[in-house]
């Protein structure tokens, strides 16, 4: 559907569902980076609670398992929610990174001190290199190194890999 609306009406729609913690934006993080790509100053908006556009949507587990795409968006969202949770208790912040070369880090937490962690959310195995090759990538060209380089999975087990970046399912987590 191609469906025009005033912008002042969608942000009002948008203000109206952030209200009622329906849907919330996670900031583009802008610590100091050593690096000529300009970093993405759009926020990612997301649901706080992945259950509602799946309602609406009419999805199933059934047709979940046949969109992995849609439902690697929905495990992100489900772990941008843990993560928050997590962090609001020793006072972090969450935020995501991008640039214009197309590195993404997921998530990153924040605290105070200005120490950080690097968090990439991946449904399955087959995209953990990658992951953390890009984890790597961002802490190569920030200036204040990371406390922690984790990827966060809907696998069984937990470990480090050689490079140091941490693989953890989503289950393991806890404040």
Known sequence: YDVAVNPKTFDTY????KRLFIIE?????????RSSARLRKGS????????????????????LKKDFETLGFL?????????????EE???TVYYYNDTTGLEIDLI?????GSWAGIEVKLGENEV????????KLANISTVKPSLLMILT????AYQRPDGVYVIPLGCLKP
């Open 154 to 157: 809907n696998t069984q087990m």
């Open 44 to 63: 990612k908006r997301q649901f706080v609670d992945p259950s509602i556009p799946v309602a609406a949507l009419g999805l199933s587990p059934d047709k």
């Open 109 to 113: 937490v924040e605290l105070k001190d």
């Open 75 to 87: 495990f992100e969202s489900i772990v941008t929610r843990d993560i928050r949770v997590y962090a």
């Open 90 to 92: 020793i006072g972090g």
């Open 14 to 17: 948008i203000n109206s569902l």
């Open 129 to 136: 290199d990658k992951a953390s090759a890009n984890l790597i």
């Open 25 to 33: 934006d996670v900031l583009p993080w802008s610590q100091n980076i």
